[in-house]
């Protein structure tokens, strides 16, 4: 292998950076990650701009506590099944990091996809390949520099604004963001600097820090340490075939294992590790290191897959992958997870209700026999439609007294209304008797709720 396509690591002076140059080797595998990278960058830009029903496919409106999921709006008063949602996604990363290693990180992850998918050919294109990258980052500044370095980033600016714009259109909502780009900046000031703080995030991390998010920042390889073990598949080097490592000799008949011990598994890493000394924090799973190594079994007549999906049992033993008692134990949790989410989702009503009786006021007599309690109470509209809504009990007996009716309940908004419920004295045989309340339109029955009525006792 040529010298020039080894990504040779710098040695780390005075705690100054590594800079990585990684080498790019198109195989089998970086085809298939090119392909599901494609697939998720379109659905990435186009997403936040797709409607179902007249609502967005997904929003995160964490500032108006507005989520919408295919069309579905969730409020604040369905924060519980987005703590089910995110409880199950957790033991789901943890159950895949229990079976398949960090491959999330390689394969899906928008850090990865967005930084070796299109940040990094960008550089590759107009900075040319690691050595030429390298030399240039060394050189003085010359014109040809200024040229190249200015280009770039003026790109990696450009693409960060776009990002940055798809991202607060799944905060804000795309009819937001369109009004923050297309109106006077001094009617949407702060989308404005949202906007560019988020670009310059962007920026900042592609252009920056790069490989430091994997290996420093984020949490999930530090998870990595704790959640695999010996039945773990990852990426890994078969030593028992590859060692011991040398040069291609074949005229010597000295032992040697698969390995040439040409460096190109190092030379392609975006993280710059030797995956020869083991699973590291630092390995995100891309398989680039697979690709590579291939290659060269190929050029030699070796058998394939020398770095490939291994777990360390599967090395040492010789043995097939198992499903060990600790993936069922979290698939058990994550399939509860998951029915009780579900459940909840199906049975979620149209309309949400509170009602709370009037703190410090005791019941009141009423002409005809009645005795009253006054409540207060807040209907939130989930759906999309406005509604003429009102207040019914399931007692015919119990009647309700509007202070200030519910009338009309517009789409996605919410209405308080102020009442006494009525119930006749002869019927009331505690302290305390529970009201079961329904806000319907017509015939149909759009949510429920249930309080308490004060009364004395006969």
Request: with cysteine; hydrophobic share 45%; net charge positive.
């Amino acid at each position: 292998m040529m010298l020039s396509e080894t990504n040779e690591l710098d040695t780390v002076v005075d705690g100054k950076r590594k800079w990585m140059y990684p080498l790019v080797r198109k195989g089998k595998l970086y085809q298939y990650r090119s392909w599901l990278s494609y697939i998720y960058l379109i659905l990435f830009f186009v997403v936040p701009y797709l409607r179902i029903g007249g609502q967005p496919v997904l929003l995160l409106n964490f500032i108006e506590r507005r989520f919408v999921l295919l069309g579905q709006v969730f409020w604040a008063q369905d924060i519980f099944m987005f703590v089910l949602a995110m409880l199950a996604s957790v033991v789901c990363i943890v159950l895949f990091t229990i079976a398949f290693g960090r491959i999330f990180c390689g394969w899906i992850c928008p850090q990865t996809i967005f930084m070796e998918m299109v940040f990094r050919k960008i550089e590759i294109w107009i900075e040319g390949n690691p050595k030429q990258r390298r030399q240039l980052d060394q050189s003085p500044w010359t014109n040809e520099k200024m040229v190249k370095k200015g280009a770039k980033h003026f790109i990696f600016i450009i693409l960060s604004f776009i990002i940055a714009n798809t991202f607060l259109a799944y905060i804000i909502g795309s009819e937001n963001l369109l009004s923050i780009v297309t109106q006077p900046v001094n009617q949407h000031l702060s989308g404005f600097i949202s906007i560019w703080m988020f670009t310059a995030i962007f920026y900042f991390v592609y252009s920056q820090v790069r490989e430091i998010v994997c290996t420093v920042i984020c949490p999930y390889g530090r998870l990595q340490g704790v959640l695999t073990d010996k039945h773990t598949l990852a990426v890994a080097y078969n030593y028992i075939r590859g060692e011991p490592r040398g040069k291609l000799n074949r005229q010597s008949d000295a032992p040697k294992g698969d390995c040439v011990d040409c460096g190109l598994c190092v030379a392609v890493c975006p993280t710059g590790i030797d995956i020869r000394k083991g699973t590291q924090l630092e390995c995100i799973n891309c398989t680039a290191c697979i690709d590579a190594c291939n290659q060269v079994m190929e050029k030699i007549n070796k058998p394939l897959n020398l770095i490939g999906f291994y777990s360390e049992e599967m090395i040492e033993q010789k043995v097939k992958p198992t499903f060990t008692g600790r993936m069922a134990a979290y698939s058990s949790v994550m399939m509860v997870l998951l029915g009780a989410l579900t459940y909840f989702i199906f049975q979620r009503s149209d309309v949400d209700i509170t009602v709370m009786r009037s703190a410090g006021l005791l019941y009141q007599e009423q002409p005809g026999g009645y005795i009253s309690n006054i409540y207060n109470a807040d209907v939130v509209n989930k759906t999309t439609s406005t509604q003429t809504v009102k207040l019914e009990t399931n007692d015919p007996a119990i009647k309700i007294k509007y202070i200030q009716p519910l009338g009309k309940l517009g789409k996605e908004q919410s209405v308080k209304a102020t009442f006494f419920i009525l119930i006749p004295a002869r019927r009331i045989h505690s302290t305390k008797t529970e009201v079961k309340l329904k806000v319907v339109q017509g015939s149909k029955v759009l949510g429920t709720a249930s309080t308490t009525f004060i009364g004395p006792i006969n």
